[in-house]
C-alpha cells in the first residue's frame, strides 16, 4: 500500500512517500500534525505527538530528501544537505533516525524554510 503524505511551509508544497515500518505507522495515524521548523543545517526537524522506539533499521547517514523520525526528541525530520554532524556532503543525524521515507520533490526547495515557520504535514489527497 502507498502512503503519501503532504508537506506544506508556506508557499511549499511537496509529497512524500511513506516506506512500511512501525515509526512509519505510528506517523500516519497521527496526521495532521502542525509544527515549526528548526532549521539544524540544511535539516527542518519539529516535534510531533508520535512515541515509537529506535527501530533496528535506525541510522545517522541520511539521504537528501529522506525524511526521518528522531526518538529522542519526538521529531520528524527533513534532510535536504549537509547538517552540523556531517563528515562529508551527505546530511547526518545528530543521533540514529528512523527513516519514515523520502520526497517527491526538489529536496532543496526546502532551503528557503526558516525557523519558527509552521510547517504542516497531512495525508495527501
Given at each position: ?7 506544506t511551509v ?42 515509537a522506539p ?17 526518538p529522542p ?53
Open positions: 500500500m502507498s502512503r503519501k503524505i503532504q508537506i508556506g508557499n511549499l508544497s511537496m509529497e512524500a512517500e511513506l516506506k512500511e515500518s512501525e515509526s512509519a505507522n505510528a506517523f500516519w495515524e497521527a496526521l495532521p500534525i502542525r509544527g515549526a521548523a528548526n532549521v539544524w543545517g540544511e535539516e527542518i526537524y519539529f516535534q510531533v505527538p508520535v512515541d529506535l527501530e533496528d533499521s535506525a541510522r545517522e547517514e541520511m539521504e537528501v530528501g529522506e525524511i526521518a523520525y528522531w526528541g519526538s521529531a520528524f525530520c527533513i534532510f535536504f544537505g549537509r547538517t552540523p554532524a556531517s563528515v562529508d556532503e551527505a546530511p547526518r543525524a545528530a543521533s540514529p533516525v528512523n527513516p519514515l521515507g523520502k520526497v517527491a520533490g526538489d529536496p532543496k526547495d526546502f532551503l528557503n524554510v526558516r525557523s519558527g515557520e509552521e510547517v504542516l504535514l497531512e495525508r495527501a489527497p
